[in-house]
């Protein structure tokens, strides 16, 4: 397994609170380097953005986290490695036989159901920006307590191994760094808008608790959501807008 980018090395967890908190300890402390994985069984505590609990079945879900130095890679922005995680991620379900979309900033839908998160909290050593990258799949569960979610199972119908899981993604993560122009953020830019979920789609969106219909038109370079209405384009920054 090439492990240019990551996986050189791989920390298995039973249990943890969150895989996001123990890989922000050892990275911060220099036990692991950029590209380490810190796998769990199971988080107690896990986290999605804007504060949300991310709840995921034991032993029934992949969890993990990644380390990541752009500097290092000579990534230009921490927006580029958002965008880079979330077309992996699109690849990765897309040599499953699945057909996933974006939905912005970087969740994964399949059949516009969620399926996976990331959650990437960033810090500063030496004045340099250092990243934690939080992915959770939801593989064997088929149960779940808010309406939009799936997993691999109710998708395929098939059990899978979530550490096999695992390294397939860790393949499809590096051959998407090697192959893609990580130092072009305009190409890393376009790729990722091409998979937006519900891009040219009438939608429904919610601003300030005011719903309005309106289509994806792509998002700025730093990030922001496009939408276009009948009348107006609309400019919206991560946690602005609901759809």
Request: charged share 25%; net charge negative.
């Amino acid at each position: 397994m090439s492990s240019s980018f990551f996986g050189h090395r791989i920390i298995h967890l039973e249990s943890v609170d969150s895989t996001n908190n123990y890989t922000a300890k050892v990275f911060k402390s220099g036990e692991v380097q950029s590209g380490a994985v810190i796998m769990a069984d199971i988080q107690t505590n896990g986290r999605g953005q804007r504060e949300k609990t991310w709840h995921s079945g034991a032993y029934e879900n992949l969890t993990f986290s990644l380390t990541a130095d752009i500097n290092l890679w000579k990534i230009n922005t921490l927006i580029d490695l958002n965008r880079l995680i979330a077309i992996s991620l699109h690849s990765f379900f897309n040599e499953l036989g699945l057909s996933p979309k974006i939905k912005w900033p970087n969740d994964i839908m399949i059949n516009d159901k969620k399926v996976c998160g990331i959650l990437i909290e960033n810090f500063f050593r030496e004045s340099q920006p250092k990243s934690i990258i939080g992915i959770g799949i939801n593989v064997n569960q088929q149960e779940f307590e808010v309406p939009r979610a799936t997993s691999l199972f109710n998708e395929i119908k098939e059990r899978h191994s979530t550490k096999e899981l695992l390294f397939q993604f860790i393949k499809v993560l590096n051959a998407t760094f090697e192959s893609m122009p990580i130092h072009d953020s305009e190409k890393i830019h376009a790729e990722y808008d091409k998979y937006l979920w519900k891009r040219n789609e009438e939608w429904t969106f919610n601003s300030n608790d005011q719903e309005f219909i309106g289509q994806i038109y792509g998002t700025t370079r730093d990030g922001n959501l496009i939408v276009n209405t009948k009348d107006e384009k609309f400019v919206f920054p991560n946690g602005s807008v609901k759809y």
